[in-house]
């Protein structure tokens, strides 16, 4: 089936949720969008129309010669073709247009007089249309929570028909001219309102499926990108889409409270553009720290070789006297991790991000299990962050990590942390940079089905939010 079409109209309607009080991001889909699926669905209806099957027919019909009757049959249309097609929104769907068609087919005929001497003749002919146009009207709606694309009318316009007949008695022709006219025409109407249903009607329900409305991130991590509201149609320029944009931590999917900011409608006059709030890279960080995995522990088992401090008392009795004299020669343990999931910020001149972490040091007993409370030192950890977006997601990149330390506890007395900046600085390489790189390097999967590819997409950034602007690429599937 050709999907170009279905794509953009179902993209238009995300499976349709819950009432939730905005949304975490807007997809907007430009009438150039459109305009660039319809020449991917016309090649399509070309093909179905030539395959159509039009009946033979008979009648009877009152001549100079008395009452005869006729059979006209073997209709086969050798060509197709509807051109020049438009794509339009209206307030509440599509309507796609096409002009300048043209239709060839030929057919058998054969008539036999009542009366005798029951005269009888048959031939051929053949018929073409160079003036015919298309005017189908798409209409999108919800029923039951799902989004349901429907053909509201298709009518195919056909001037009047050349007919050159081979055979037969010359004087019959204009008789059967006008029979043939109507009723290839009636005909025609009929099966290209029922191929544009079965394409739009029993094709959209298999289309919905490919689109990717919840997406699996990480192993308990998914993206909720249902519809939350009614699509905002700008009648001939766009259609806006309002989603629920929101990561879980599947095991525990508490919804992350903070309320998504106001979004725009379309900015662009490229195909497509999403607007991306700090909502939605926020609540993966939120479920991304509640996997536990912005939490590491280090002992002088786990500690990699290349490490420059040993996880010994030993190795610290000159930058921490205090805890040589508590525990001489014992092994420590060291417990990293984020307090709160990072916060990434959106302003007009970037993004930033923001991490509350903490260091908790506790020392070994050297010959049982207990452990002996240390201190904690508090961590200010931020950075300047770069959206970067491929064919289907964006992801992150950051540079100027800083990193700002405190004692927030101790049980051996007050202690500077000036000696330990070197530590930091080596702890901000190990630990903290794979941290955030998988944070912002997962990539977060744009809701676009399978066959679709953005083009030199480009970022904007605005007070807590974001834009990616792009033109697209469709493939259509293999048959």
Sequence with gaps: MKNSLLFIALFACLLCGGVYSKPGAKFALHQSMFSYAISDLLPYVNEEIVKITIPNFEGEYDSPLGKIDYEISNFKISSFELK?????????????????????????????????????????FDASCSEHSADIKLKITQENGLPLLRTESATISIGEFEIDFHGGASWLYNLFRGIIDRFIKDEIQKQFETIMSDLINNSADKFI?????????????????????????????????????????????TEYTPEPVDLPNVETTEMLQFFISSFLVDSFSYSYWKTGAMKITETPKTLPSWFPYPLNTAGWKDYIPALYKAYPNRDMKVILQADTWPLISFTPKGAKLNLKGSVNVNVLASDTDVEHHVCIISADIGCDVEIEVNSTSFSGNFWGLTTEVSLTQTDIGQFSLDPLQNFITVME???????????????????????????????????????????????????
């Excluded at 997409?457 to 493939?475: A, E, L, R």
């Design 84 to 124: 020049e097609a438009t794509a339009v929104l209206i307030s509440d769907g599509i309507e796609l247009t096409a002009n300048n068609g043209h239709i060839a087919l030929s057919a058998d005929f054969y008539w036999r007089e009542h009366s005798w001497p029951h005269i009888h003749s048959h031939g051929s």
């Design 429 to 479: 390489t190990a630990i903290v940079t794979p941290l955030i790189e998988n944070l912002l390097k997962k990539g977060y999967p744009l809701p676009l089905p399978a066959n679709l590819t953005l083009i030199k997409p480009t970022v904007i950034y605005h007070q807590d939010y974001f834009t990616i602007s792009s033109d697209g690429s469709y493939k259509l599937p293999d048959k």
């Design 209 to 253: 499926q490919s689109l990717p409305v919840v997406i699996q991130v990480l192993n308990d991590v998914e993206i909720d990108y249902e519809m939350v509201d009614q699509p905002v149609f700008s009648a001939g320029e766009s259609v806006t889409i309002p989603t629920k944009a929101e990561f879980y931590y599947v095991p525990d999917p």
